[in-house]
C-alpha cells in the first residue's frame, strides 16, 4: 500500500541534500556529521558544532579594528612577550609567555584606556575611539602571538657560536631572521583559498582562542585557574606523578617502562594541564586524531620500542631508553669539536679515531617516523624576501651554495598545502625539519651551518605560512581583517636577536651545562646535535646501507604504501619526541577521550557550552600562574629553586635531585627518594625559608 508520508520524505531529503551541496566536502572529512551538518546551515551557520559552538554567525561591520589603540598595544606585546621568550629559551627549566597572556591582560588595558584616555587626535587618528571592542583585541592578539616564541633561526646564530665558534655581526643575524620568519607569508597568502575559504578547514587550535575572546567580552567569566600553583611549584611531584616508581625505585626495568624524565611514561598520570596540553589542547584537538596519535604512540613507543632497547638493536642497552641528546661509543655526552676542522668542516679521520654517534632508542625511532610522515603525507594529498637570505648566504662565509636555498623553499611550497589541510582538519601539523635535514646532508655532507640554514628556510618557510593561514581563519572566524603580521614579526625577531646577544655577552657561563643560574640552553642542545647527526657526520654514515641506523630508512616506503589519511597524522602526530615524552602524550590522549568523546557523545550541549571556554581557561591559568611564580617566587634565584621533588626516569638507576641527574649507588649512604610523607615538612620549610635545597633523611 502507498504511504503518503513517501512523497513528503523523498521532498524533504532532496531539500537536505541542496543545502548540503558546497558545503560537506568531498573528501571523507571524519569531523563532518550529515544531520549536525544540516542543522547548521538552515540555521545560517556552521555545519560543525565545533565552530558553531565558538564562533558567532553575526556580524557589526561598523567594530572599528585597526586603531591607535590596537596598534599600540599590538606592537608593546610584540616587543615584550618575543624578547621574555628569547631570555626563557636559554632556561632550563624555562617559562614560557604565551599570546593567550596577551589576549588576557589586553583585555583589562584595553579597557582602561577607553576609561582614560582622552579623546583626542594625533596625526588625524583618534586617541580613544570609545569601548575597547572585540576586533582590537583580536589584531592584538595576532600581532602578540605572531613572533611570541623564539624564531627558529636564532638557534643557528647560537649554535654557530656555542659549537663551532662563529659569531657573524649582527646584519647577518638579522637578515637570516628575518628572511626564514618573512619568507613564508607570502606563500600563506596563496595558501588562502585552500586552507581558509572552505569550512572543512576548522583549524580547531583557533576555536579556543575564539571562545575566550566572546567569554572575555560578553563578560560572564569567573576568574582564572589558579591550580598550576602547585604542579608548577608547591609540589612538583603532581607533574611527574611517577607513583610506580615509587614502589620499586631500584628495579631498572620498571623506572625505563615507567618512569617519565628518562624513562617511557607508563605510570599514565599527571596533574598538570602545562604536561598535558604540552603539544597541544586534548580539548581543542578532534577525538578521532588523538585516538590516531595515541595508538601511533602505543605501538612504536610503548611496543616496538622496548623489543629495540632489551634486544639492544643499534647498542640502545648502553644507553638511557628516552633522552634528548647523542653518545660517543663509551655512553658519553657526543663531543662534536673532537671530528671537526677549524673551519667546521667534518674530518673523516677524526670521526673514525673518536666515535660513530649513538642516539636513544626514542629519538631514533622519532626520526623514522619523521622519513614516514614525509611520504604518507604526500600520498594523501615565494619569493618575496628571498633577497635577505641570498644576501646572508653569499657575504658572510656559510659554505651554502643558493641554489639549494631555493631549493628549500620549493619544499616549502610544495608542502604547505597538505600539511596545511591536516593541521587544519586534526590540530597536528607535519614538520619538514627532519626530511630538509636528510636532503641536505646527502647534498652537502661535513656542512653543519648549511644543513641548518637548509632546514630552516625548508621547514620555517612553511611553518609561518601556516602561521599567517591560521591567522587568517581566525580573523575570518571573528569577523576582522588581519594586519600588523609582518610589521609584528619584524618587531620581534629584532628584540629577540637583541636579548640573545645581550645574554651571549653579559650571562657568564652562557649554554654551559653547569651555569649556575640554569641558562644551560637546552633548545640549543638539541639543535646542536641534530646539526652533528646531520651536518657534520651525514646521514650517509648514520642511514644508509651498512651504517648503524639503516633500517631506519625504511621508514620512507611505510609511509608511502600508508596512503590512508590517518596515518600522516599517527606518523606525525608523536614528532615532539623528543624533547616532549609519555608525561605529555598519555595524559593528553586521556583528556582527549573524556572530553572529545565520552563527554561530547552523552553531554553534547554541555560540551558545546563549556569545552572551548574550559580549554581556554586551562590554557590562560597555566600561562599566567607560570609567569607569576617566576618572578614572584623564584627570580633570582638558582636554578633548582622551588620545591623539587626527586622523580625517576629509568636512566639506569638514576634519580633525580634538584634537576642535576646522579647515579642511585652515589646516594646509597646519603640519602633516599622523597617520599609523600616528607612532602609536609618540605613545604613547611619552602614557605618559611622560600629557598630550594637537597634533603637528605
Given at each position: 500500500?502507498f504511504?503518503?508520508?513517501?512523497?513528503?520524505?523523498?521532498?524533504?531529503?532532496?531539500?537536505?541534500?541542496?543545502?548540503?551541496?558546497?558545503?560537506?566536502p568531498e573528501?571523507?572529512?571524519?569531523?563532518?556529521?550529515?544531520?549536525e551538518?544540516?542543522?547548521?546551515?538552515?540555521?545560517?551557520?556552521?555545519?560543525?558544532?565545533?565552530?558553531?559552538s565558538?564562533?558567532?554567525?553575526?556580524?557589526?561591520p561598523?567594530i572599528?579594528?585597526?586603531?591607535?589603540?590596537?596598534?599600540?598595544l599590538?606592537?608593546?606585546?610584540?616587543?615584550i612577550?618575543?624578547g621574555?621568550?628569547?631570555?626563557?629559551?636559554?632556561?632550563?627549566?624555562?617559562?614560557?609567555?604565551?599570546?593567550?597572556?596577551a589576549?588576557?591582560?589586553?583585555?583589562?588595558?584595553?579597557?582602561?584606556?577607553?576609561?582614560?584616555?582622552?579623546?583626542?587626535?594625533i596625526?588625524?587618528?583618534?586617541?580613544?575611539?570609545?569601548?575597547?571592542?572585540?576586533?582590537?583585541?583580536?589584531?592584538?592578539?595576532?600581532?602578540?602571538?605572531v613572533?611570541?616564541g623564539?624564531?627558529?633561526?636564532?638557534?643557528?646564530?647560537?649554535?654557530?657560536?656555542?659549537?663551532?665558534?662563529?659569531?657573524?655581526n649582527?646584519?647577518?643575524?638579522?637578515?637570516?631572521?628575518?628572511?626564514?620568519?618573512?619568507?613564508?607569508?607570502?606563500?600563506?597568502?596563496?595558501?588562502?583559498?585552500?586552507?581558509?575559504?572552505?569550512?572543512?578547514?576548522?583549524?580547531?587550535?583557533?576555536?579556543?582562542?575564539?571562545?575566550?575572546?566572546?567569554?572575555?567580552?560578553?563578560?560572564?567569566?569567573?576568574?582564572?585557574?589558579?591550580w598550576?600553583?602547585?604542579p608548577?611549584?608547591?609540589?612538583?611531584?603532581l607533574?611527574?606523578?611517577?607513583?610506580?616508581?615509587?614502589?620499586?625505585?631500584?628495579?631498572?626495568?620498571?623506572?625505563?617502562?615507567?618512569?617519565?624524565?628518562?624513562?617511557?611514561?607508563?605510570?599514565?598520570?599527571?596533574?598538570?594541564?602545562?604536561?598535558?596540553?604540552?603539544?597541544?589542547?586534548p580539548l581543542?584537538?578532534?577525538?578521532?586524531?588523538?585516538?590516531?596519535?595515541?595508538?601511533?604512540?602505543?605501538?612504536?613507543?610503548?611496543?616496538?620500542?622496548?623489543i629495540?632497547?632489551?634486544?639492544?638493536?643499534?647498542n640502545?642497552?648502553?644507553?638511557?631508553?628516552?633522552?634528548r641528546?647523542?653518545?660517543?661509543n663509551?655512553?658519553?655526552?657526543?663531543?662534536?669539536?673532537?671530528?671537526?676542522?677549524?673551519?667546521?668542516?667534518f674530518?673523516?679521520e677524526?670521526?673514525?679515531?673518536?666515535s660513530?654517534?649513538f642516539?636513544?632508542?626514542?629519538?631514533?625511532?622519532?626520526?623514522?617516523?619523521?622519513?614516514?610522515?614525509?611520504?604518507?603525507?604526500?600520498?594523501?594529498?615565494?619569493?618575496?624576501?628571498?633577497a635577505?637570505?641570498?644576501?646572508?648566504?653569499?657575504?658572510?662565509?656559510?659554505?651554502?651554495?643558493?641554489?639549494y636555498?631555493?631549493?628549500?623553499?620549493?619544499?616549502?611550497?610544495?608542502?604547505?598545502?597538505?600539511?596545511?589541510?591536516?593541521?587544519?582538519?586534526t590540530?597536528?601539523?607535519v614538520?619538514?625539519?627532519?626530511?630538509?635535514?636528510?636532503?641536505?646532508g646527502?647534498?652537502?655532507?661535513?656542512?653543519p651551518?648549511?644543513?641548518?640554514?637548509?632546514?630552516?628556510w625548508?621547514?620555517?618557510?612553511?611553518?609561518?605560512?601556516?602561521?599567517?593561514?591560521?591567522?587568517?581563519?581566525?580573523?575570518?572566524?571573528?569577523k576582522?581583517?588581519?594586519?600588523?603580521?609582518?610589521?609584528?614579526?619584524?618587531?620581534?625577531?629584532?628584540?629577540?636577536?637583541?636579548?640573545?646577544?645581550?645574554?651571549?655577552?653579559?650571562?657568564?657561563?652562557?649554554?654551559?651545562?653547569?651555569?649556575?643560574?640554569?641558562?644551560?640552553?637546552?633548545?640549543?642542545?638539541v639543535?646542536?646535535?641534530?646539526?652533528?647527526?646531520?651536518?657534520?657526520?651525514?646521514?650517509?654514515?648514520?642511514?644508509?646501507?651498512?651504517?648503524?641506523?639503516?633500517?631506519?630508512?625504511?621508514?620512507?616506503?611505510?609511509?608511502?604504501?600508508?596512503?590512508?589519511?590517518?596515518?600522516?597524522v599517527?606518523?606525525?602526530?608523536?614528532?615532539?619526541?623528543?624533547?616532549?615524552?609519555?608525561?605529555?602524550?598519555?595524559p593528553?590522549?586521556?583528556?582527549?577521550?573524556?572530553?572529545?568523546?565520552?563527554?561530547?557523545r552523552?553531554?553534547?550541549?554541555?560540551?558545546?557550552?563549556?569545552?572551548y571556554?574550559?580549554?581556554?581557561?586551562?590554557?590562560?591559568?597555566?600561562?599566567?600562574?607560570?609567569?607569576?611564580?617566576?618572578?614572584?617566587?623564584?627570580?633570582?634565584?638558582?636554578?633548582?629553586?622551588?620545591?623539587?621533588?626527586?622523580?625517576?626516569?629509568?636512566?639506569?638507576?638514576?634519580?633525580?635531585?634538584?634537576?642535576?641527574?646522579?647515579?642511585?649507588?652515589?646516594?646509597?649512604?646519603?640519602?633516599?627518594?622523597?617520599?609523600?610523607e616528607?612532602?609536609?615538612?618540605?613545604i613547611?620549610?619552602?614557605?618559611?625559608?622560600?629557598?630550594?635545597?637537597?634533603?637528605?633523611?
Amino acid at each position: 500500500m502507498f504511504d503518503k508520508h513517501d512523497a513528503n520524505d523523498d521532498a524533504e531529503k532532496v531539500v537536505d541534500i541542496k543545502h548540503l551541496e558546497g558545503v560537506v566536502p568531498e573528501f571523507d572529512d571524519p569531523n563532518i556529521d550529515p544531520n549536525e551538518a544540516l542543522a547548521g546551515v538552515l540555521e545560517d551557520d556552521s555545519p560543525y558544532p565545533e565552530v558553531r559552538s565558538a564562533v558567532a554567525n553575526t556580524d557589526d561591520p561598523d567594530i572599528p579594528s585597526s586603531t591607535l589603540r590596537s596598534w599600540t598595544l599590538g606592537l608593546i606585546w610584540a616587543i615584550i612577550i618575543p624578547g621574555l621568550n628569547q631570555f626563557f629559551f636559554f632556561r632550563y627549566p624555562s617559562v614560557i609567555v604565551t599570546g593567550i597572556v596577551a589576549q588576557l591582560l589586553s583585555f583589562p588595558l584595553g579597557k582602561a584606556w577607553a576609561k582614560f584616555f582622552p579623546n583626542i587626535k594625533i596625526l588625524g587618528l583618534s586617541l580613544n575611539p570609545g569601548p575597547f571592542t572585540i576586533k582590537e583585541h583580536v589584531l592584538v592578539t595576532i600581532m602578540a602571538s605572531v613572533g611570541a616564541g623564539s624564531a627558529y633561526a636564532t638557534d643557528i646564530v647560537a649554535v654557530q657560536r656555542v659549537y663551532y665558534n662563529q659569531n657573524y655581526n649582527f646584519s647577518y643575524q638579522w637578515m637570516v631572521v628575518m628572511s626564514t620568519q618573512l619568507i613564508g607569508f607570502s606563500i600563506g597568502g596563496v595558501a588562502r583559498r585552500f586552507l581558509v575559504q572552505p569550512p572543512s578547514m576548522i583549524w580547531p587550535a583557533n576555536l579556543v582562542t575564539c571562545a575566550l575572546f566572546n567569554t572575555l567580552h560578553a563578560q560572564s567569566y569567573a576568574g582564572i585557574a589558579t591550580w598550576y600553583l602547585f604542579p608548577g611549584y608547591i609540589f612538583q611531584a603532581l607533574s611527574y606523578f611517577s607513583w610506580v616508581c615509587w614502589i620499586a625505585p631500584n628495579n631498572v626495568p620498571v623506572n625505563q617502562m615507567f618512569g617519565y624524565v628518562h624513562g617511557l611514561g607508563m605510570s599514565l598520570i599527571t596533574f598538570d594541564w602545562a604536561q598535558i596540553a604540552y603539544i597541544g589542547s586534548p580539548l581543542a584537538t578532534p577525538w578521532w586524531a588523538e585516538a590516531n596519535i595515541a595508538a601511533g604512540f602505543v605501538f612504536f613507543f610503548w611496543l616496538l620500542t622496548p623489543i629495540l632497547y632489551y634486544t639492544n638493536t643499534w647498542n640502545s642497552k648502553y644507553l638511557p631508553i628516552s633522552s634528548r641528546t647523542s653518545y660517543d661509543n663509551h655512553g658519553k655526552s657526543y663531543k662534536v669539536t673532537k671530528i671537526i676542522n677549524p673551519d667546521t668542516t667534518f674530518n673523516e679521520e677524526a670521526y673514525i679515531a673518536y666515535s660513530p654517534l649513538f642516539l636513544s632508542t626514542t629519538f631514533a625511532i622519532s626520526y623514522g617516523l619523521s622519513f614516514a610522515s614525509i611520504t604518507a603525507t604526500l600520498t594523501h594529498a615565494f619569493f618575496h624576501y628571498v633577497a635577505f637570505g641570498i644576501i646572508s648566504i653569499k657575504v658572510w662565509d656559510t659554505q651554502f651554495p643558493v641554489q639549494y636555498f631555493i631549493l628549500a623553499l620549493v619544499i616549502s611550497f610544495l608542502y604547505v598545502i597538505p600539511i596545511g589541510m591536516i593541521q587544519a582538519i586534526t590540530n597536528q601539523q607535519v614538520g619538514l625539519n627532519v626530511v630538509t635535514e636528510l636532503i641536505i646532508g646527502y647534498a652537502l655532507p661535513g656542512r653543519p651551518v648549511a644543513m641548518m640554514m637548509f632546514k630552516t628556510w625548508g621547514y620555517i618557510t612553511m611553518a609561518q605560512a601556516l602561521t599567517f593561514t591560521s591567522d587568517f581563519k581566525l580573523g575570518h572566524y571573528m569577523k576582522d581583517n588581519v594586519l600588523g603580521q609582518v610589521v609584528a614579526t619584524v618587531v620581534a625577531g629584532t628584540v629577540q636577536l637583541g636579548v640573545q646577544a645581550w645574554m651571549f655577552t653579559n650571562i657568564p657561563d652562557m649554554c654551559d651545562a653547569e651555569q649556575k643560574d640554569g641558562f644551560i640552553c637546552p633548545g640549543t642542545q638539541v639543535f646542536g646535535t641534530a646539526s652533528i647527526i646531520w651536518g657534520v657526520i651525514g646521514p650517509a654514515r648514520q642511514f644508509s646501507s651498512g651504517q648503524i641506523y639503516y633500517a631506519l630508512s625504511f621508514f620512507f616506503l611505510v609511509g608511502f604504501l600508508a596512503a590512508l589519511p590517518q596515518f600522516p597524522v599517527i606518523f606525525s602526530g608523536t614528532g615532539a619526541i623528543p624533547p616532549a615524552s609519555a608525561v605529555n602524550y598519555v595524559p593528553w590522549a586521556i583528556v582527549g577521550f573524556i572530553f572529545q568523546y565520552a563527554i561530547r557523545r552523552r553531554h553534547f550541549s554541555w560540551w558545546t557550552k563549556y569545552n572551548y571556554v574550559l580549554s581556554a581557561a586551562l590554557d590562560s591559568g597555566v600561562a599566567i600562574s607560570a609567569v607569576l611564580i617566576f618572578f614572584i617566587l623564584q627570580y633570582r634565584r638558582t636554578a633548582g629553586s622551588g620545591l623539587t621533588l626527586s622523580r625517576c626516569g629509568g636512566e639506569h638507576g638514576v634519580y633525580e635531585y634538584g634537576g642535576l641527574a646522579r647515579d642511585a649507588d652515589a646516594y646509597a649512604g646519603r640519602g633516599r627518594v622523597l617520599w609523600p610523607e616528607d612532602v609536609a615538612v618540605i613545604i613547611v620549610l619552602q614557605s618559611l625559608f622560600l629557598r630550594n635545597a637537597v634533603y637528605y633523611y
